[in-house]
């Protein structure tokens, strides 16, 4: 009995490989035909993107401002939604709709949707992001046209870019493809026709190629086996396959060197993407560390300020305290007659000198009080001493800045009160009242300390805010409008005006502590008075104010000063005159010439000073109650460092006022003598 032969068996090979081959082939078409309507589908699109998108970029920059859609924008104007509808729309755009950044519908040919704000979703974001978008509804039936790119489509196109690269708004359209059909009909019979040829020739090159190259080739082997023939054929067939299985592996390295390249080339634009990422990211936390300073900077500020006040309060409290037990003891009290011999002597002034009245009584003051300066040098002029002087002229003054020796020989700091005792109108003697200052001048000497560590430590971070508030003027930042500019130019002038307190605290700093340094040389005034005018015309025209100066074209004697600060002193004076001016005034600029001196005087008709109040001008920090109503800027140190200044440049300062009539300040210089 003969063995059952299986079917598999009884299949000819040529039939094992021809229908696999013919399945793969079919499999292969249906993938291609789908890729190739995937394509067309793919070009459609594109078409979409660069041509219509392009063109409602085009109309939007045209129509449209480029800062229309601003956040703080209330109202639209609707004519130029109605312009830009109808510059759009044509037979394949339907219904126009116009968003804003947030996704806010600002205009829609759908009166409904005007207003009200569309759910986020990927093709929005892609839009809002700077990409244009487009939603494929497949909604046709299958095997029509409308499963290549659906029967209409919606089209997200971002509009009006920023400086930042993103949209200002977005522009939704409804895109029918409907005058496509006919021609997206031909192109799909066109590409399964052409799949169709492609797969019968695909199939017969594949056919040929397994019967006659592979096939063929097996068959002689398969004979060449069995006729025991192998040694003669196996060269010939075993070099057909392995230039086979040789193309085989040449085009898998092949593709393996390309995928590699492809991929190497994706690594590295993914690298670079990477660094771009977080380049920004790394500009974005600058950014939001300098906003942190300077709101860090901003607290340190309002700290400071706070514990200058208390320290002030402090302060306050501190005099108010000593002046109690002041004037509970008193003050040490001296007369003097005629011939300055001493006819009273209180108990104070007793215990300051360490004088019994006894011992004094009839004698010359001016071998008692030995007073001195703050450099040392008594001060004694052909017997006389500075108070001596003042009572004599028949004059009331304080004096400051004076030393008195007790009987051995110690000083101590002192203020002096002097005033004349006049009988029927002439001088018949003087009366002194004067108090140890000690205490006071320690305590003036701590708050200038402080006053000099809180203005250095305030000078870095408001230079830190300077030079952040010009940059950001400057745009380094990005791109500001007008809105912002103005607020930033407001912070950059109130800085400023921060800084130039701090320069002025720093300077009474300096004064006080004998620290600042003085560069004198011959110096002619009157150049610099006419400088002074001519820097102060722009405000001078503003306020409608006249200037008369007699230093034009004059030439004065040479005084010896520091120019740049004597400079600092007339700026001041000169500016006051103009702040404290009112329209259509007029400012007088003079001098009078001594035998020894000279003497400038800056006037105006202004607003004045208060009478109860102008002993307290050269007062720091002091502003009189009327200047503050007209001029609420200022520090109240520019009167009181100008007189710093010209005392230590061997003059004085004074003044004379009437309120609402105006005000004359004047110094005194003494002329440079030439060796």
């Known amino acids: 009995m003969s063995e059952k032969i299986p079917f598999s068996s009884r299949v000819s090979l040529q039939v094992k490989f021809f229908v696999p081959v013919f399945l793969f082939s079919t499999l292969f078409g249906i993938i291609f035909g789908s890729q190739v309507v995937k394509a067309v589908r793919g070009l459609i699109f594109e078409r979409i993107k660069e041509v219509d998108g392009g063109r409602i970029k085009q109309t939007a920059e045209k129509v449209f401002p480029a800062d229309y859609f601003s956040d703080n924008r209330q109202f639209y104007n609707i004519s130029l939604f109605n312009d830009f509808s109808k510059q759009l729309r044509d037979n394949e755009i339907r219904q126009i709709s116009v968003l804003d950044a947030s996704g806010k519908v600002v205009f829609s040919d759908n009166e409904e949707m005007v207003g009200q704000t569309l759910s986020s979703n990927d093709f929005l974001v892609q839009a809002a992001g700077g990409k244009i978008a487009i939603n494929n509804e497949k909604n046709g039936p299958v095997g029509s046209v409308y499963r290549i790119a659906g029967d209409s489509v919606r089209v997200y196109v971002p509009i009006l870019m920023n400086g930042k690269g993103l949209p200002s708004g977005v522009v939704e359209i409804y895109y029918s493809l409907g005058n496509l059909q006919g021609y997206l009909v031909k192109v799909q019979w066109i590409i399964w026709l052409t799949v169709l040829i492609e797969f019968l020739i695909f199939f017969a090159v594949f056919v040929y190629f397994l019967r006659f190259l592979i096939l063929r080739p097996v068959r002689q082997l398969n004979k ?58 790394k500009e974005k936390m600058d950014y939001e560390k300098s906003n942190q300073e300077l709101i860090e900077t901003k607290r340190a500020v309002l700290n400071i300020l706070e514990d200058v006040q208390e320290a002030k309060e402090e302060i306050g409290q501190e005099k108010n305290r000593l002046e109690t037990i002041l004037r509970s003891i008193g003050e040490g009290v001296y007369v003097v007659d005629a011939d300055n011999k001493i006819v009273l002597f209180n108990r104070q002034a007793e215990n300051l000198l360490v004088h019994k009245e006894t011992d004094v009584l009839r004698v010359l003051a001016g071998e008692i009080f030995k007073i001195y300066n703050e450099k040392g040098e008594l001060q004694a002029k052909n017997g006389q001493s500075p108070v001596d002087e003042i009572w004599r002229s028949g004059r009331a003054d304080m004096v400051r800045g004076m030393e008195l020796a007790r009987k051995d020989g110690t000083r101590f700091p002192v203020i002096m009160s002097i005033a004349p005792i006049l009988r029927r109108g002439e001088v018949a003697g003087g009366i002194v009242a004067f108090r140890d200052v000690t205490l006071e001048k320690e305590i003036d000497t701590m708050k200038s300390e402080f006053v000099s560590v809180a203005s250095h430590q305030l000078r870095t971070p408001l230079s830190a805010i300077k030079w952040f508030l010009e940059m950001l003027i400057a745009g380094d930042a990005g791109a500001i409008n007008e809105n912002q500019k103005e607020f930033l130019d407001r912070a950059y002038e109130s800085n400023e005006r921060m800084i130039k307190l701090v320069n002025d605290l720093l300077n009474v700093s300096r004064m006080e502590s004998g620290k600042i340094k003085f560069e004198p040389k011959p110096t002619q005034l009157g150049d610099i008075f006419q400088s002074v005018i001519t820097e102060l015309t722009p405000l001078t025209r503003a306020r409608n104010i006249t200037i008369q100066s007699a230093f034009a074209d004059t030439k004065l004697p040479d005084v010896f000063v520091d120019p740049d600060k004597i400079r600092q002193v007339i700026m001041n004076l000169v500016s006051n005159a103009i702040k404290y001016t009112s329209g259509r005034g007029k400012i007088e600029l003079f001098y009078e010439r001594h035998p020894n001196e000279l003497v400038f005087n800056i006037k105006d008709n202004g607003i004045g000073i208060p009478k109860d109040q102008q002993h307290k001008v050269f007062n720091k920090f002091f502003r009189a109650d009327n200047v503050m109503k007209v001029q609420t800027e200022g520090s109240g140190l520019g009167l009181y460092i100008g007189r710093t200044i010209i005392e230590a440049s061997g003059g004085r300062m004074w003044f004379s006022s009437q309120e609402n009539k105006g005000t004359t300040f004047s110094f005194a210089l003494p002329i440079h003598q030439q060796v």
């Open 224 to 281: 060449a086996v069995s006729a025991g023939d192998l040694p003669d054929a196996g060269q010939k067939i075993r070099d057909e396959i392995f230039a086979l299985t040789r193309s085989v592996v040449n085009m898998k390295q092949t593709v393996s060197k390309s995928s590699y390249a492809l991929e190497m080339r994706v690594k590295e634009r993914t690298r670079q993407l990477q660094n771009l990422a977080d380049e920004l990211e």
